[in-house]
């Protein structure tokens, strides 16, 4: 079974500073991983996808993320957060054996001033 | 249509009474996600369609949920004799190639 762990419900950061929001993930087989972000109101939108290559993967909004295989991990990162990246954060896995994509239960980023 | 559009957008609804959700994919794409959000909860993964076939039911919370694709293209999930506990925010979401597009969603009271 596939499963997607975010073992931080909240994370606060200033400003300025760096993020990361961690995910772990299991599968059987090899992951294709990817982070959702949703903002205040608003639905679900894309922000990056690992499915082969290169370890780091840039994607939206400055944003990026690391495939760790020893580590089955796959954590966002941004070298400088803004007020406005404050939303909720969801990473999801789904592996090359099915459509089925598994969220985790999301960690709320709140960037303050 | 350009985005993954759902309707209605509010339902309130009263416990026991039946209620249906559609969502209207992009054109083309040919995988179709059913998701439920619960108030400050993550994503619960319902159901999945590829074409007009579920390979995955196992996320219907009961025998109350049902949800069909016809055409390969609009789904409806149809939620019988509704319960307190269904109050959600129900996601729909569309995909070609892996990378899912979401819907607004439509969010359901039972009172």
């Known amino acids: 079974a596939q499963s997607v762990a975010q073992p931080e419900d909240q994370v606060n950061v200033a400003e300025g500073n760096p993020l990361t929001v961690k995910c772990t993930y299991s599968?059987?087989?090899?992951?294709?991983l990817f982070w959702y972000v949703q903002y205040p109101n608003r639905g679900l939108q894309f922000l990056l996808k690992y499915i082969t290559g290169d370890n780091l993967v840039k994607g939206s909004y400055g944003f990026e993320a690391e495939f760790n295989k020893s580590q089955t991990s796959f954590h966002l990162k941004k070298p400088s957060a803004l007020v406005s990246d404050s939303a909720l954060y969801f990473c999801?896995?789904?592996?090359?054996?099915?459509?089925?994509?598994?969220f985790g239960t999301g960690t709320r980023l709140q960037v303050f001033p | 249509g350009a985005g993954v559009s759902q309707s209605p957008s509010n339902k309130v609804t009263e416990k026991g009474k039946d209620v249906e959700l559609r969502c209207d994919p992009i054109s083309g794409h040919t995988a179709l996600y059913w998701y439920r959000q619960s108030l400050g909860q993550g994503l619960e993964f319902l159901i999945y369609?590829?074409?007009?076939?579920?390979?995955?039911k196992s996320g219907l919370p009961s025998d109350r949920f049902s949800a069909e694709r016809t055409g390969g293209s609009v789904s409806t999930l149809t939620i019988q004799r509704t319960q307190q506990e269904d109050s959600a925010v129900y996601l729909c979401?569309?995909?070609?190639?892996?990378?899912?597009?979401f819907g607004e969603g439509s969010r359901l009271t039972v009172l």
């Open positions: 979401a569309s995909s070609l190639d892996g990378e899912l597009f």
């Open positions: 599968v059987s087989g090899n992951p294709y």
């Open positions: 999801a896995v789904r592996t090359t054996n099915t459509d089925k994509l598994i």
């Open positions: 369609f590829q074409g007009n076939s579920a390979p995955d």
